[in-house]
């Protein structure tokens, strides 16, 4: 049986039953904040990381939540932020590292154990991680998770109104890919 | 039909990315044990600064001490090393400089024509 959110914030606000409550809550929202992590950050072993990383920084963030928030949009918060700095240091250290490791993204997901998809679901993922970094972002929270603008403006500190044009510039990008490829 | 209904039209809204088997039934307790470890390392790391805490304000005189200390040091030895070297130079000028030496440089100082016209003769 699951908790509902405003019992979660109870427990998680009192000292002696924080602990049990934020178990509950990581127990509650964990596979659906993996999966927001794992279509940002792709590998299986990086999301894992990322993943436990925000739930540990949310624990320590737990006085500054105020509780007038949604508990999903909260810990979704933060742990879509981890995501994105994983991302922008692992290209900071890709442009930096001199390792011919290239091979493209859709080659690497063929060889990985962890992707279920055909090639042209890898070739379609590759040509969305090669969209700007607002326009990726936003379509896979848009289109995925059908998170709200006014959410994902939050998050990524972008006006709605620049959100929706750079939504739909990548939508316009994907379908391109697809007549490409028919 | 907009780009977007095209978009799923083709790709859906399928996942393509998969996890390793029980993975989810495992996540939170691995959190939690994460969290707990966290707590511990914190507890012990509270538990030595208060030790530190205490003694600081004694490292910090000690440390000031020791600062006065070598620079009194530095400072007298400097001034050693001053006075020896001055001892040294005035010794030189008085063992240097004899009487003899003196006086002909006197002498030479107070030629004139007449003394020169005289000397010039004399060898002749």
């Keep these: ?182 | 039909m907009n780009e977007e209904d095209f978009i799923k039209s083709k790709m859906g809204t399928r996942n393509p990315f998969v996890v390793p088997e029980g993975y989810f039934d495992q996540l939170t307790a691995q959190v939690m044990q994460k969290i707990e470890a966290e707590e511990e390392q914190k507890k012990t790391k509270k538990a030595k600064p208060a030790i530190l805490r205490t003694l600081r304000p004694l490292l910090y005189a000690a440390a000031c001490t020791c600062i006065a200390l070598f620079g009194v040091a530095i400072y007298q030895h400097l001034n050693h090393e001053v006075s020896e070297t001055q001892e040294l130079q005035s010794n030189i000028v008085v063992t240097d400089y004899t009487d003899s030496y003196i006086e002909e440089c006197a002498d030479y100082a107070m030629l004139d024509n007449d003394d020169i016209y005289a000397s010039l003769l004399a060898d002749m």
């Design chain 1, 1 to 182: 049986m699951q908790i509902d959110d405003e019992q979660l914030k109870k427990l998680i606000k009192a000292e002696n039953t924080r602990s049990r409550g934020f178990e509950m809550m990581v127990r509650k929202y964990s596979e659906q904040l993996y999966w927001q992590v794992r279509r940002i950050v792709i590998t299986h072993e990086d999301s894992n990381d990322v993943l436990q990383n925000a739930f540990l920084k949310a624990w320590a963030s737990l006085d500054s939540f105020h509780g007038d928030s949604k508990l999903f949009t909260w810990i979704s918060r933060i742990a879509i932020n981890e995501a994105l700095d994983f991302v922008r240091k692992q290209k900071n250290h890709a442009l930096q590292s001199t390792d011919d490791e290239d091979m493209g993204l859709a080659n690497q997901l063929m060889a990985d154990n962890f992707f279920d998809g055909d090639e042209t679901e890898a070739q379609l993922l590759e040509a969305i991680e090669q969209l700007p970094d607002v326009q990726k972002t936003v379509f896979k929270l848009r289109y995925y998770d059908e998170m709200k603008y006014s959410d994902i403006s939050k998050i990524l500190g972008t006006s709605e109104g620049g959100l929706k044009a750079s939504y739909h510039i990548a939508v316009k990008k994907i379908t391109e890919f697809f007549k490409q490829h028919d």
